[in-house]
């Protein structure tokens, strides 16, 4: 079995530009800039050969590059069941075409259909029951986050592995988007 996901990349530079922002949450497992993408489709754990059909099934896909922003910040979950404080990105065309050609290809090579609505966004913090008035000030003070624009010009199948120090990503495979 091997955990998967889809992703597109953060650039280095919006990823540096990000790290001054972790911080004023009590108990926050601050990602490392290394870990920052957006997700298109979390797949989870599936055996080496639903794999091979995934990475396929991406390997088809045809859609076209396009600009992206990050903008804003929130988080998910509810008062003392807050578990994640995140980087918005601006909804565009272009990303969805992408995230749903995405799920149309995990369709395709058999896994099951995703049930969560679609939120584009840059993990920057885990959290396990925290102080519910940081996280309200946290969310204030980035909300007016607004990146400059950069370009998406392809996306990955990435892998996931638990370590002591959480999750570490491994870029798996590439897929290039068709430059106009």
Same mark, same amino acid.
Do not use: C
């Given at each position: 079995?091997?955990?998967?996901?889809?992703?597109?990349?953060?650039?280095?530079?919006?990823?540096?530009?990000?790290?001054?922002?972790?911080?004023?949450?009590?108990?926050?497992?601050?990602?490392?800039?290394?870990?920052?993408?957006?997700?298109?489709?979390?797949?989870?754990?599936?055996?080496?050969?639903?794999?091979?059909?995934? @990475?396929?099934?991406?390997?088809?896909?045809?859609?076209?590059?396009?600009?992206?922003?990050?903008?804003?910040?929130?988080?998910?979950?509810?008062?003392?069941?807050?578990?994640?404080?995140?980087?918005?990105?601006? @909804?565009?065309?272009?990303?969805?075409?992408?995230?749903?050609?995405?799920?149309?290809?995990?369709?395709?090579?058999?896994?099951?259909?995703?049930?969560?609505?679609?939120?584009?966004?840059?993990?920057?913090?885990?959290?396990?029951?925290?102080?519910?008035?940081?996280?309200?000030?946290?969310?204030?003070?980035?909300?007016?986050?607004?990146?400059?624009?950069?370009?998406?010009?392809?996306?990955?199948?990435?892998?996931?592995?638990?370590?002591?120090?959480?999750?570490?990503?491994?870029?798996?495979?590439?897929?290039?988007?068709?430059?106009?």
């Amino acid at each position: 079995m091997i955990r998967l996901f889809t992703a597109i990349a953060i650039p280095r530079d919006l990823g540096e530009d990000l790290v001054p922002r972790q911080y004023g949450i009590d108990g926050a497992r601050w990602r490392p800039v290394e870990a920052f993408h957006i997700t298109l489709r979390f797949v989870g754990d599936v055996p080496e050969p639903d794999a091979a059909d995934l @990475d396929e099934e991406l390997a088809a896909i045809t859609a076209p590059a396009f600009d992206l922003r990050l903008a804003g910040a929130g988080h998910f979950g509810e008062g003392a069941d807050i578990h994640a404080v995140w980087a918005g990105v601006e @909804d565009t065309p272009g990303l969805t075409r992408l995230q749903k050609a995405n799920e149309a290809a995990a369709r395709r090579a058999g896994l099951k259909p995703e049930t969560r609505a679609y939120r584009p966004h840059v993990t920057l913090a885990y959290l396990k029951r925290p102080p519910v008035p940081e996280v309200a000030a946290w969310i204030q003070g980035h909300n007016l986050l607004r990146s400059p624009l950069f370009r998406v010009d392809r996306f990955g199948l990435y892998s996931s592995w638990q370590t002591k120090e959480g999750s570490v990503y491994r870029l798996e495979r590439e897929y290039p988007l068709v430059l106009e």
